[in-house]
């Protein structure tokens, strides 16, 4: 049943992803919109056209004051300039209004299409066949649910009305040029080609790089997301670093892409701006030539110059911008490919047969299949099966013969490449996919439950029933009488809030039996006809085991049931029992006739589970999570205790699980409500760019070479104001041959500036573009690596859940570059243009210029209101945004209950719903935040009124001459202006600080567990294996009040094997994970060969433990890679032959040969591609290739169909010898556990006689008394 991902050459991959993976067009960004969307639009860019044109109405202004300065005197030239500051006050309530309409309407209409795309991108994901989802990790979800939409987002709102702002200003430029002067114009906009060749040329490259960054992070993300998810795993075989190490190769590759991109925007914009500024001064040389022949005048020139000028710096702030589009255009690309994908098994469609009734009859007919995404490898040949209406048929086989196919099948999870799977004689590619699911009940073997109560969780199942939409009363009703036949009623009520307990992420406050209890509830609340249990009982105690099964049994009457069971004795009873191996049928009959084939296959596994029973009275409840996991289930304690003397190892197993969750939950009310959380603190900004400038270092050439353009650029501008004065008085140069030389001068002082733009500008977004995509992967890696640092508990708080830290990873690097990159260097321009430009002006005349100096602080206020407006709402809208993705995560992790459940409309409803907070929040932001950045972009003009009335009354008077005004006017006044473009990047600033205050908090965060390798404590490497439990209490971390190990005493002594039973809940899983210091006791002592283990070094305590938990974590790795995970060390890996002999002893091996591409053969995402008992297999193989001497064992052979389960076990045994060993099977001595504390022990024989708590568990587990 192995799936595996057809392996590309990454060398290949990386050159060609960009031509694999085009951006979408921009009108695809707009999909969603609607006539009135576009009528708003289309108003805002009217409104953004109006804002742009009037800035190059200055330049008309200015030729006006320029003629009227060189014509008028006194009285007359302070009308004239009093007229015209008029002007610049009209113009600045123009741009007032101007700019709020259009921000306001693109901010609200930007925010509600990308509240449509994140909502549909999630029902495309549900919706796709399992095939594809199989491939698309979850925590690619996570990514482009956070990360794209936000680029998304960002290049559809008020960039794109920032760039219709910029264009206005550039064709109102050109037109007003044309109308002063055309021939000046014409000569001028020889340069305009050049400027829209070179921004076409960069859009193919800036396309190509981000979508190719974007998928590298997309993987990162997934990597990310099997790590956190599987957390336990990760630190319980200190493979922290070796994720890490994979997870900077992914890091690396996205970063080279990010690099290409910022070298790619640096050269293009530094050609732009040269280009830019070699047209000024052809437009100066060629204006002289026109004065000189008499065709112009000094006002007249300067109006054409200013207009162009103007003109032209809009055009080249459009890169910025533009970049913005670009990137949403790439990120989109992923969104769109799950949103307009049509997938081969649509959920979603209506079309299809819906009979009226079901009969039950099921027929697999001449199936061939393979899974799609290992078409190599056959499943079924030829494959036949009729079950009859009313009917039990159990399948039986070793791991992956096909059982589970079978199920997935029926369910149209996948469908066959040959053959035919009938209802009632109707193929179900002809019924309705919805409608066919709706007339099954699933059980899976690894229950999957969803944040909510309990109440909501079953009634998840009653989805397309007649009792979905009625009263919540007759739902309860419903609901309580399934509970009652899952035997989930008894602990449902004894809990505080009963039904209306919330189960936490993943189920994680209850228990595995639990779960398995809600999970079959769910399935049987519907009522259906078809019954699909693929070991539905096996996370259940004995005695709730015994329970269930007599429901089940129940339940089946009058329903066609197929049931797939390792554990044969729930299957007895069957109709009809159907013997698989390696996809084909090899027995089918009865219980009773199957036991009559001596030598049968049937016969045989059942010998083997009577002998076992026999032998060990093993109790297999697999209700713990995952050995010493508090996972869910973890907060509980299962089982007892079973000891015995034999070698090495300790090994710890647990099967049971009430759940410690279950004790935290009835001794304390609403306590998950109450969970604590860590609040993060506040920093400044200025803090925070030292410290991103500090994580920068590394990197000082880059930021050098940024730093050195950012000062070029900010230095240019001030100087352009000294040769543009002295080319303006040199245009009212009496001498003719004066005035050519002059003109000629300041021409040449124009070719110089455009050099050194050139290279400013490539030197600045180079620099800063280069550091800034090395910071956010650095920042990435940073981040990760800090979480998983951190304790166990510190992932059970609610804030911690996967879903969420993964989205953080992905958003909150990403935002920093708010704080760097383009915005940086943008504000360093800005200090050094304001700081010359205050030098200059009051050097040439320090009255003017102390008068519009005075006015640049109420510029900055009005921008600083504009950005602590903005910062509010996000930090308001994050948290919103942050819970929305972490739902996400949590369904499409789940892909094939929420498919079973028909649940794909209910989640995205309910994620839609919680993205109605941000998105009503993100309106009242667009409709009130905005006043303040329009104020902001207004004010400059009646600052440019109070500059040239001021000014025009110094030069009216003779104080000053028109070169000192026109000094003091373009370095002062037009060079704040264009500094205040820095507010423009407010909303990246407002995000970048609320996310570094985050990012940096989780960075300085010391784990209250040291796990590093660094970490102090004692490192041993030899131990003995003794282990040793003294007066111990305990509660979890984040459930202060819920005690679950009460004055635990235990000894188990080197060599001893070790079994813990009980009932759920007692304490097992928590003993173990104790042993694994996961957590901290609260008094007491566990103690290692007679040490305390906080006195240990972790990681060097932890290679000599391995741990297999009932529920096991595989990654998105080879076979061997996987195997590998277990292996103590980097430098002396274990040989090819180890790994195979593990493999063999986990019995595994033969499977793996059989795979075209053995131990090289790639499992996709958290070992997606094997069936249950092939990754436990895997999961043993990894546990034994570490040679450990504590082996702790949590229902490691659970998820193994009989023979299997013999062979493992057998091997287990073997491995036990000259190990201390904690465990159920074989034991020398039982610990019967309950409450937390032990109420029985001794050897199998004694506890059986004292017909306790054990012997009632043990009896329930024989298959066959009367053999």
Same mark, same amino acid.
């Given at each position: 049943?192995?799936?595996?991902?057809?392996?590309?050459?990454?060398?290949?991959?990386?050159?060609?992803?960009?031509?694999? #993976?085009?951006?979408?067009?921009?009108?695809?960004?707009?999909?969603?919109?609607?006539?009135?969307?576009?009528?708003?639009?289309?108003?805002?860019?009217?409104?953004?056209?109006?804002?742009?044109?009037?800035?190059?109405?200055?330049?008309?202004? %200015?030729?006006?004051?320029?003629?009227?300065?060189?014509?008028?005197?006194?009285?007359?030239?302070?009308?004239?300039?009093? &007229?015209?500051?008029?002007?610049?006050?009209? +113009?600045?309530?123009?741009?007032?209004?101007?700019?709020?309409?259009?921000?306001?309407?693109?901010?609200?209409?930007?925010?509600?299409?990308?509240?449509?795309?994140?909502?549909?991108?999630?029902?495309?994901?549900?919706?796709?066949?399992?095939?594809?989802?199989?491939?698309?990790?979850?925590?690619?979800?996570?990514?482009?649910?956070?990360? $794209?939409?936000?680029?998304?987002?960002?290049?559809?709102?008020? #960039?794109?009305?920032?760039?219709?702002?910029?264009?206005?200003?550039?064709?109102?430029?050109?037109?007003?040029?044309?109308?002063?002067?055309?021939?000046?114009?014409?000569?001028?906009?020889?340069?305009?080609?050049?400027?829209?060749?070179?921004?076409?040329?960069?859009?193919?490259?800036?396309?190509?790089?981000?979508?190719?960054?974007?998928?590298?992070?997309?993987?990162?993300?997934?990597?990310?997301?099997?790590?956190?998810?599987? =957390?336990?795993?990760?630190?319980?075989?200190?493979?922290?670093?070796?994720?890490?190490?994979?997870?900077?190769?992914?890091?690396?590759?996205?970063?080279?892409?990010?690099?290409?991109?910022?070298?790619?925007?640096?050269?293009?914009?530094?050609?732009?701006?040269?280009?830019?500024?070699?047209?000024?001064?052809?437009?100066?040389?060629?204006?002289?030539?026109?004065?000189?022949?008499?065709?112009?005048?000094?006002?007249?020139?300067?109006?054409?110059?200013?207009?162009?000028?103007?003109?032209?710096?809009?055009?080249?702030?459009?890169?910025?911008?533009?970049?913005?589009?670009?990137?949403?255009?790439?990120?989109?690309?992923?969104?769109?490919?799950?949103?307009?994908?049509?997938?081969?098994?649509?959920?979603?469609?209506?079309?299809?047969?819906?009979?009226?009734?079901?009969?039950?009859?099921?027929?697999?007919?001449?199936?061939?299949?393979?899974?799609?995404?290992?078409?190599?490898?056959?499943?079924?040949?030829?494959?036949?099966?009729?079950?009859?209406?009313?009917?039990?048929?159990? *399948?039986?086989?070793?791991?992956?013969?096909?059982?589970?196919?079978?199920?997935?099948?029926?369910?149209?999870?996948?469908?066959?490449?040959?053959?035919?799977?009938?209802?009632?004689?109707?193929?179900?590619?002809?019924?309705?996919?919805?409608?066919?699911?709706?007339?099954?009940?699933?059980?899976?073997?690894?229950?999957?439950?969803?944040?909510?109560?309990?109440?909501?969780?079953?009634?998840?199942?009653?989805?397309?029933?007649?009792?979905?939409?009625?009263?919540?009363?007759?739902?309860?009703?419903?609901?309580?009488?399934?509970?009652?036949?899952?035997?989930?009623?008894?602990?449902?009520?004894?809990?505080?809030?009963?039904?209306?307990?919330?189960?936490?992420?993943?189920?994680?406050?209850?228990?595995?039996?639990?779960?398995?209890?809600?999970?079959?509830?769910?399935?049987?609340?519907?009522?259906?006809?078809?019954?699909?249990?693929?070991?539905?009982?096996?996370?259940?105690?004995?005695?709730?085991?015994?329970?269930?099964?007599?429901?089940?049994?129940?339940?089946?009457?009058?329903?066609?049931?197929?049931?797939?069971?390792?554990?044969?004795?729930?299957?007895?009873?069957?109709?009809?029992?159907?013997?698989?191996?390696?996809?084909?049928?090899?027995?089918?009959?009865?219980?009773?006739?199957? %036991?009559?084939?001596?030598?049968?296959?049937?016969?045989?596994?059942?010998?083997?589970?009577?002998?076992?029973?026999?032998?060990?009275?093993?109790?297999?409840?697999?209700?713990?999570?995952?050995?010493?996991?508090?996972?869910?289930?973890?907060?509980?304690?299962?089982?007892?205790?079973?000891?015995?003397?034999?070698?090495?190892?300790?090994?710890?197993?647990?099967?049971?699980?009430? &759940?410690?969750?279950?004790?935290?939950?009835?001794?304390?009310?609403?306590?998950?409500?109450?969970?604590?959380?860590?609040?993060?603190?506040?920093?400044?900004?200025?803090? +925070?760019?030292?410290?991103?400038?500090?994580?920068?270092?590394?990197?000082?050439?880059?930021?050098?070479?940024?730093?050195?353009?950012?000062?070029?650029?900010?230095?240019?501008?001030?100087?352009?104001?000294?040769?543009?004065?002295?080319?303006?008085?040199?245009?009212?140069?009496?001498?003719?041959?004066?005035?050519?030389?002059?003109?000629?001068?300041?021409?040449?002082?124009?070719?110089?500036?455009?050099?050194?733009?050139?290279?400013?500008?490539?030197?600045?977004?180079?620099?800063?573009?280069?550091?800034?995509?090395?910071?956010?992967?650095?920042?990435?890696?940073?981040?990760?690596?800090?979480?998983?640092?951190?304790?166990?508990?510190?992932?059970?708080?609610?804030?911690?859940?996967?879903?969420?830290?993964?989205?953080?990873?992905?958003?909150?690097?990403?935002?920093?570059?708010?704080?760097?990159? =383009?915005?940086?260097?943008?504000?360093?321009?800005?200090?050094?243009?304001?700081?010359?430009?205050?030098?200059?002006?009051?050097?040439?005349?320090?009255?003017?210029?102390?008068?519009?100096?005075?006015?640049?602080?109420?510029?900055?206020?009005?921008?600083?209101?504009?950005?602590?407006?903005?910062?509010?709402?996000?930090?308001?809208?994050?948290?919103?945004?942050?819970?929305?993705?972490?739902?996400?995560?949590?369904?499409?992790?789940?892909?094939?209950?929420?498919?079973?459940?028909?649940?794909?409309?209910?989640? &995205?409803?309910?994620?839609?719903?919680?993205?109605?907070?941000?998105?009503?929040?993100?309106?009242?932001?667009?409709?009130?935040?905005?006043?303040?950045?329009?104020?902001?972009?207004?004010?400059?003009?009646?600052?440019?009124?109070?500059?040239?009335?001021?000014?025009?009354?110094?030069?009216?008077?003779?104080?000053?001459?028109? #070169?000192?005004?026109?000094?003091?006017?373009?370095?002062?006044?037009?060079?704040?202006?264009?500094?205040?473009?820095?507010?423009?990047?407010?909303?990246?600033?407002?995000?970048?600080?609320?996310?570094?205050?985050?990012?940096?908090?989780?960075?300085?965060? #010391?784990?209250?567990?040291?796990?590093?390798?660094?970490?102090?404590?004692?490192?041993?490497?030899?131990?003995?294996?003794?282990?040793?439990?003294? $007066?111990?209490?305990?509660?979890?971390?984040?459930?202060?009040?819920?005690?679950?190990?009460?004055?635990?005493?235990?000894?188990?002594?080197?060599?001893?094997?070790?079994?813990?039973?009980?009932?759920?809940?007692?304490?097992?899983?928590?003993?173990?994970?104790?042993?694994?210091?996961?957590?901290?006791?609260?008094?007491?002592?566990?103690?290692?060969?007679?040490?305390?283990?906080?006195?240990?070094?972790?990681? &060097?305590?932890?290679?000599? =433990?391995?741990?297999?938990?009932?529920?096991?974590?595989?990654?998105?790795?080879?076979?061997?890679?996987?195997?590998?995970?277990?292996?103590?060390?980097?430098?002396?890996?274990?040989?090819?032959?180890?790994?195979?002999?593990?493999?063999?002893?986990?019995?595994?091996?033969?499977?793996?040969?059989?795979?075209?591409?053995?131990?090289?053969?790639?499992?996709?995402?958290?070992?997606?591609?094997?069936?249950?008992?092939?990754?436990?297999?895997?999961?043993?193989?990894?546990?034994?290739?570490?040679?450990?001497?504590?082996? *702790?064992?949590?229902?490691?052979?659970?998820? +193994?169909?009989?023979?299997?389960?013999?062979?493992?076990?057998?091997?287990?045994?073997?491995?036990?010898?000259?190990?201390?060993?904690?465990?159920?099977?074989?034991?020398?001595?039982?610990?019967?556990?309950?409450?937390?504390?032990?109420?029985?022990?001794?050897?199998?024989?004694?506890?059986?006689?004292?017909?306790?708590?054990?012997?009632?568990?043990?009896?329930?587990?024989?298959?066959?008394?009367?053999?």
């Amino acid at each position: 049943m192995v799936k595996e991902k057809t392996p590309k050459d990454t060398k290949e991959k990386d050159e060609s992803k960009a031509e694999d #993976k085009p951006s979408v067009s921009w009108f695809k960004l707009y999909t969603y919109a609607t006539v009135l969307d576009w009528i708003a639009l289309f108003v805002g860019a009217i409104c953004a056209a109006g804002s742009g044109a009037a800035l190059p109405l200055l330049s008309v202004i %200015m030729g006006d004051v320029i003629s009227s300065l060189n014509s008028s005197t006194g009285e007359a030239l302070m009308k004239h300039i009093g &007229s015209s500051a008029l002007y610049f006050v009209y +113009l600045a309530i123009g741009v007032f209004v101007t700019t709020y309409i259009y921000m306001a309407l693109y901010k609200s209409v930007g925010g509600k299409l990308a509240y449509i795309i994140r909502h549909n991108y999630l029902v495309g994901v549900l919706k796709q066949e399992m095939a594809w989802s199989d491939a698309y990790g979850a925590g690619q979800v996570a990514t482009c649910i956070t990360t $794209n939409t936000d680029l998304v987002q960002d290049g559809i709102s008020e #960039k794109v009305a920032l760039i219709v702002q910029d264009l206005a200003t550039f064709i109102s430029g050109f037109v007003i040029a044309f109308v002063k002067n055309w021939k000046l114009t014409l000569v001028t906009m020889c340069i305009v080609p050049i400027i829209v060749t070179i921004v076409a040329v960069l859009n193919i490259f800036m396309v190509k790089y981000s979508t190719a960054s974007l998928d590298e992070y997309a993987n990162a993300g997934t990597l990310a997301e099997e790590s956190i998810s599987s =957390i336990r795993t990760l630190i319980a075989f200190n493979q922290k670093n070796k994720v890490l190490m994979k997870y900077q190769d992914i890091l690396k590759k996205a970063e080279v892409f990010g690099l290409k991109k910022a070298i790619s925007m640096g050269i293009a914009l530094g050609c732009i701006f040269c280009t830019i500024y070699l047209g000024y001064a052809l437009a100066f040389w060629f204006g002289g030539r026109l004065i000189s022949w008499g065709e112009a005048d000094g006002g007249n020139i300067v109006s054409v110059f200013m207009a162009i000028l103007i003109g032209t710096f809009s055009l080249a702030n459009i890169a910025p911008n533009f970049q913005a589009i670009l990137l949403a255009r790439g990120a989109a690309y992923k969104l769109f490919e799950a949103i307009d994908r049509d997938p081969v098994i649509d959920s979603s469609s209506d079309i299809g047969l819906k009979p009226s009734s079901v009969i039950g009859d099921i027929e697999f007919r001449n199936i061939n299949f393979r899974y799609p995404t290992r078409m190599d490898v056959p499943i079924f040949d030829d494959y036949s099966l009729k079950v009859d209406a009313g009917t039990t048929v159990a *399948l039986v086989g070793m791991s992956g013969s096909g059982k589970s196919t079978t199920i997935q099948l029926l369910e149209r999870f996948y469908d066959p490449i040959k053959g035919q799977v009938l209802i009632d004689g109707i193929d179900t590619k002809e019924l309705n996919l919805k409608w066919l699911r709706r007339q099954l009940g699933l059980v899976s073997q690894e229950p999957v439950l969803f944040s909510g109560t309990i109440f909501t969780n079953v009634a998840a199942g009653l989805i397309g029933t007649p009792l979905e939409f009625v009263d919540v009363e007759k739902q309860k009703e419903a609901i309580i009488k399934a509970c009652k036949m899952a035997n989930a009623h008894d602990f449902i009520t004894a809990l505080p809030k009963k039904y209306d307990t919330d189960v936490g992420e993943k189920g994680f406050l209850l228990s595995g039996g639990q779960k398995q209890r809600v999970a079959i509830a769910r399935a049987i609340v519907k009522d259906p006809k078809i019954l699909l249990l693929d070991e539905a009982t096996s996370a259940l105690d004995s005695k709730s085991e015994h329970v269930v099964q007599e429901a089940l049994d129940r339940a089946a009457k009058g329903r066609t049931t197929i049931v797939i069971a390792h554990r044969l004795a729930t299957i007895k009873n069957a109709d009809k029992i159907v013997v698989m191996d390696r996809g084909a049928i090899v027995e089918m009959g009865n219980h009773h006739e199957l %036991m009559q084939l001596d030598g049968g296959v049937y016969r045989k596994l059942v010998d083997i589970q009577n002998v076992k029973q026999a032998q060990i009275g093993q109790v297999s409840e697999k209700d713990q999570l995952q050995a010493g996991y508090i996972d869910a289930d973890d907060l509980e304690m299962r089982d007892a205790v079973v000891e015995g003397d034999n070698g090495e190892i300790s090994v710890v197993r647990i099967p049971t699980k009430k &759940s410690t969750a279950f004790a935290k939950l009835t001794r304390t009310k609403s306590v998950y409500d109450k969970t604590p959380t860590e609040e993060h603190k506040k920093l400044s900004t200025a803090y +925070l760019i030292r410290r991103v400038f500090s994580l920068n270092k590394t990197e000082w050439k880059q930021l050098i070479f940024g730093v050195i353009g950012a000062c070029g650029q900010g230095c240019i501008f001030p100087c352009f104001a000294i040769i543009f004065s002295g080319m303006l008085q040199a245009f009212y140069n009496p001498d003719p041959d004066g005035r050519t030389s002059d003109i000629n001068y300041w021409a040449g002082m124009f070719v110089v500036i455009a050099v050194c733009m050139g290279i400013a500008n490539v030197f600045q977004s180079t620099g800063f573009g280069c550091s800034a995509e090395i910071l956010t992967a650095r920042l990435r890696f940073m981040s990760l690596e800090s979480m998983l640092r951190q304790e166990i508990g510190w992932f059970d708080r609610d804030e911690n859940s996967t879903g969420i830290l993964t989205s953080r990873l992905s958003k909150e690097p990403q935002d920093i570059q708010g704080l760097s990159g =383009i915005t940086l260097g943008t504000i360093l321009q800005t200090i050094f243009n304001l700081g010359l430009s205050c030098i200059i002006s009051l050097i040439y005349g320090w009255k003017l210029a102390l008068v519009v100096i005075a006015c640049i602080p109420i510029i900055m206020t009005a921008g600083y209101i504009s950005i602590a407006i903005i910062y509010k709402n996000n930090e308001q809208n994050q948290s919103s945004y942050a819970k929305s993705a972490e739902m996400a995560c949590e369904a499409t992790n789940a892909l094939r209950t929420v498919a079973a459940l028909t649940k794909e409309k209910a989640v &995205s409803d309910e994620y839609a719903r919680q993205l109605l907070t941000p998105l009503r929040a993100g309106y009242k932001n667009a409709y009130f935040s905005t006043i303040a950045f329009a104020a902001a972009q207004s004010i400059n003009f009646l600052v440019n009124a109070l500059a040239f009335w001021y000014g025009g009354k110094l030069v009216s008077t003779n104080e000053y001459n028109m #070169k000192q005004m026109f000094t003091v006017f373009m370095a002062v006044v037009v060079g704040a202006s264009n500094a205040s473009r820095v507010f423009a990047f407010s909303p990246d600033m407002t995000k970048a600080k609320e996310s570094a205050e985050k990012l940096f908090d989780s960075l300085e965060r #010391k784990p209250l567990i040291d796990s590093e390798e660094s970490a102090p404590g004692k490192r041993i490497n030899h131990i003995e294996g003794n282990i040793e439990f003294e $007066n111990v209490h305990f509660n979890y971390p984040t459930r202060p009040h819920a005690k679950v190990l009460q004055g635990l005493n235990l000894q188990i002594k080197p060599g001893q094997y070790v079994a813990l039973v009980g009932p759920s809940g007692c304490g097992k899983s928590t003993t173990i994970g104790l042993v694994e210091r996961f957590y901290d006791i609260l008094s007491g002592s566990v103690k290692i060969d007679g040490v305390d283990v906080r006195e240990y070094n972790l990681p &060097s305590l932890r290679d000599h =433990i391995a741990l297999v938990g009932q529920e096991p974590n595989l990654y998105d790795m080879t076979i061997r890679e996987n195997i590998l995970f277990g292996s103590k060390s980097f430098d002396n890996p274990p040989t090819q032959a180890q790994i195979e002999q593990a493999a063999k002893d986990a019995n595994i091996h033969d499977f793996i040969m059989s795979l075209p591409q053995g131990y090289e053969t790639s499992l996709g995402g958290k070992g997606a591609s094997l069936s249950g008992g092939q990754k436990q297999r895997i999961a043993i193989a990894r546990a034994l290739v570490r040679n450990p001497k504590i082996l *702790l064992l949590d229902e490691a052979s659970s998820a +193994l169909d009989a023979e299997s389960e013999a062979v493992v076990q057998a091997a287990l045994d073997s491995a036990a010898k000259g190990r201390t060993t904690i465990s159920i099977a074989h034991p020398d001595r039982i610990y019967v556990f309950q409450d937390g504390v032990i109420l029985e022990e001794g050897t199998h024989n004694e506890l059986m006689n004292a017909s306790g708590l054990y012997a009632e568990m043990a009896s329930q587990q024989v298959l066959d008394k009367s053999k």
